[in-house]
């Protein structure tokens, strides 16, 4: 009944203003890019140093001199611009961002978010920029899916794992809903066809609202490469 | 599914791009064509970044035109304070400066800033050079505050919380931001790039990072892809709007 | 008069520059001409701050040559800690490192810091990435310390002074300098001035203001004018060595 | 018996090794460039924003966006670089240059300097980049003449005019002498030919003591114009 990654990417392309200036998270946020509705000039910033990020290129023009911050060959469009790091993360720490979207292991009901270390975690710890992203952007959305793997929710009252920066999270999209970080805490704005708000609770760590117009979250079919 | 009916609040861009999105463009442009267009917006009690040392990367015609555009009781952050009667100091001739933060305000004919002065018409805030460019980057970037030994144990430091590191005393600036920047640079793109020419780059880069409304004058414009990527001073993400003024003869 | 028998102390240079004056140029030319040229006078326990961002601005040879070079118990600055079995890698495994400072040590092949770490052979220290290229602006800047909201309210903020600025806590944080810096660029000229080639750009232009003594790689060299001065993106005050290294194919 | 201001600035040159990043103040320590010994590649730094400072052009190629700190037209030699003035006063701010030499109201024999206000003044107050230069320069070089021009020694035990920074002058170059400030204050290394110490002393306003191997000041007879 959910949404699958594409699809949720899909839905939150839809919400990015035409103009605006966006940093996209490693991993499942880098989808954002793909699914941008025809006619919004959107400016992607990658920082390791470049605005105006665009596709990947094809194979046989590759160069490892321009990669993303995943470290993947990318390209930049015309109007782009190349800068060191220092400026770069000017930009993420200053607040020139309109918006990022970041991955999340947990985000609490005041916006507390938790993407980079989980307490389980046997791997080395690396935070890269996620805290400076997370702490510098005007307004920072949350893409995950609704619960872990193991179905327990990543919607919490507080967040048990390390946080990346408190009271951040503007709004969380989902497979199974769009749902704002609020003063009166989580409330959800759109909820997957077919699922109650009180099956969405259930699945929801913490107390959660639906707004007043609550609609239904829905996405074309989509598949496994860009719409 | 497009038609969400409340696009929510933070969908919006935040700054202010595309104001002339009602001639129909459908892409990021950030050139306006008059200095009306340019200077739309700029409230009473705002406080003005200016680029330019001396004469070099002053935004003379944005300033005139600032006369017009009638804003009041304003904060000059500049290098110097204007000289002869053109550009900032015909801004403050026509009183629209209540105060003005500079470093140095006497170059040969700052006549305006001296009588106003004397006749107690404007507020000086005299500053370190490199302590208000600091400031300002600072407020660029997200910086709380910073410590400097710049001024520490002069009269300029005076009041200021002072903290010793590595047996030095510092003292702790806090950021300077614009509510406007107003800078010249040689060209600008449709993306906002900026490339400045020789030494009139001077405060440019640094205020456009600096005020919430960025508006540079510019000799002349061009399309967004035209300016090698590898030589953009200024990325168009600190500007908000591009106004050609052909360069004086 | 030109032969003042005790020549001041100050009248030396601060930097090591012309190390290669018995080659009898009477110009600057910090151009050199082999690694063990490039290398000269790195210290044991040295804090090397290195470019690059996984392996694009990574000054691989630089490093590779290090270990001939012999320098141990060495304190490493860098984004990412190494793939592979080259460059950081190459030094790490050669036991060369006694921490490194990063803020993603987790790459595809990182095989050999994984393995140190689990050995207990290195110590770690992560830090947000913009906090670390914040750190060395400062340290660039003769900033004592800055307050930054990035890691505020965190573990990796803990232990921070905290304070209060504009309703946001931020931590203190404090200059992060080299002894030697390590970079990789794409020209270099006779003066040490460099550009570099598209995001390779990275930490370069940082770590080279960071060091009391910056090495660069570049893939060319070029006279001392043959660079547009307005182009320039490290001026070459910062750099005390340049050395071309043949890009590989 | 003094030196003239271009001995002075001659004598300044002298001392100033190849290869140094030197910033020279407005005003009379401007005069230093024009007596670099030959041979010798000095990097001449100006606050507004360029690496490289060469001499005045011709007037018919004079550009008003190529000044000085003290707004005047210089040219770029090869090798010269623009930067913007943050980067700028990094370098100064930094400690990147070797040296700058600065023109001087009054000096304390523990090398504070004040040279940016005098009680007296009547003009508005100015700073300009000193503070910053003073503050943040490894080597600071006062150039001045060693008494104003009413005769009252400029070399002090306190200043008493503003100060542009405390601590922080390593020598001062004057028409009578050159001058170390040390630990043990005031040394005096050269004294201009046919004056005593104690004739100097009398011209300055702290305790003077004279190097081991006191020298002779002296400088070419050298025109108004560059020698």
Known sequence: MGLDRNQIAWRIAQDIADGSYVNLGIGMPELVADFIPEGREIVFHSENGLLGMGPKPPKDREDHDLMNAGKKPVTLVPGGAY????????????????????????????????????????????????????????????????????????????????????????????????????????????????????????????????????????????????? | MRGIQDIPRWTQPLRTRKEDAGRGRQLIDKRVTSFEQALAGIEDGSTILVSGFGNAGSPIELLEALVDQGARELTVVSNNAGEGEFGLAALMRAGRVRKIICSYPITSGSVVVDELHAAGKIELEVAPQGTIS????????????????????????????????????????????????????????????????????????????????????????????????????????????????????
Chains 1, 4 share one sequence.
């Not at chain 1, 080395?124 to 893409?143: I, S």
């Not at chain 1, 990346?164 to 997957?192: K, N, Q």
């Not at chain 2, 920047?181 to 880069?205: C, E, H, Q, S, V």
């Not at chain 2, 005020?211 to 892809?225: R, S």
Request: aromatic fraction near 6%; charged fraction near 25%.
């Open chain 2, 134 to 249: 600091e400031r300002m980057r600072a407020a660029a970037a997200g910086i709380g505050g910073f410590y400097t030994r710049t001024s520490a144990g002069t009269r300029l430091g005076e009041g200021k919380e002072t903290r010793e590191f590595d047996g030095h005393p510092h003292v702790l600036e806090r950021p300077l931001k614009g509510d406007v920047a107003l800078l010249r640079a040689k060209t600008g793109d449709r993306w906002g790039n900026l490339i400045y020419n020789m030494t009139a780059r001077n405060f440019g880069p640094t205020v456009a990072m600096a005020a919430d409304l960025t508006i540079a004058q510019v000799d002349e414009t061009v399309d967004a892809g035209e300016l090698d990527p590898e030589i953009i001073v200024t990325p168009g993400i600190f500007v908000d709007r591009v106004l050609r003024v052909p360069r004086r003869a």
């Open chain 1, 83 to 227: 800068f060191h790091h220092t400026d770069s993360f000017l930009m993420v720490r200053g607040g020139h961002l309109d918006l990022c979207v970041l991955g999340a292991y947990q985000i609490s009901e005041t916006g507390d978010l938790a993407n980079w270390a989980t307490d389980s975690d046997t791997r080395l710890p690396a935070v890269g920029g996620a805290m400076d992203l997370a702490a510098g952007t005007p307004r920072v959305v949350a893409m995950t899916t609704h619960c872990a793997r193991d179905g327990t929710p990543k919607l919490l009252g507080e967040c048990t794992f390390p946080l990346t920066a408190a009271g951040v999270v503007d709004r969380v999209y989902t497979d199974l809903a769009v749902i704002d970080v609020t003063p009166a805490g989580f409330v959800a704005r759109e909820i997957v066809d077919g699922m109650t708000l009180d099956e969405l609770r259930d699945r929801t760590g913490a107390r959660l609202t639906a707004a007043e117009n609550l609609g239904i979250l829905k996405a074309p079919a989509l598949g496994d490469a860009a719409g």
